[in-house]
């Protein structure tokens, strides 16, 4: 079974930086693209970032590109999300997600089967 665990999350002014992590219960990341996702109140969960397997491939929604970056460390079974230059609009429940098919990178959330918990961004003006 695959677990998926997001830490990092919190207040943080606008224009800050957070930096999100996502740690998996066992060696799940080969040949399977992983996600960031996000939830505001009152909204769709939207894509954030994906990573390819190898690392060597990354995908941004164009509302943060140029702001987070993704990343990963296999041998630790972690992913990253570093974001910078945050904004109030930034604000929502953060989830990392893999996907349910290898070698591939979807940007819709019903291609990712599995999720972790999720972890409260607040981004105050």
């Known amino acids: 079974q695959v677990q998926l665990v997001e830490s990092g999350g919190g207040l943080v002014q606008a224009g800050g930086s957070l930096r999100l992590s996502c740690v998996a219960s066992?060696?799940?990341?080969?040949?399977?693209?992983m996600g960031w996702f996000r939830q505001a109140p009152g909204k769709e969960r939207e894509f954030v970032a994906a990573?390819?397997?190898?690392?060597?491939?990354?995908y941004y929604a164009d509302s943060v590109k140029g702001r987070f970056t993704i990343s990963k460390t296999n041998a630790k079974n972690t992913m990253y999300l570093q974001m910078d230059s945050l904004k109030p609009e930034d604000t929502a429940v953060y989830y990392c997600?893999?996907?349910?098919?290898?070698?591939?990178?979807?940007?819709?959330?019903?291609?990712?089967?599995?999720w972790g918990q999720g972890t409260q961004v607040t981004v105050s003006s």
């Open positions: 997600a893999r996907d349910s098919r290898p070698n591939r990178i979807p940007t819709m959330s019903r291609e990712y089967a599995y």
């Open positions: 066992e060696r799940t990341f080969s040949n399977y693209a």
């Open positions: 990573i390819s397997w190898s690392g060597g491939s990354t």
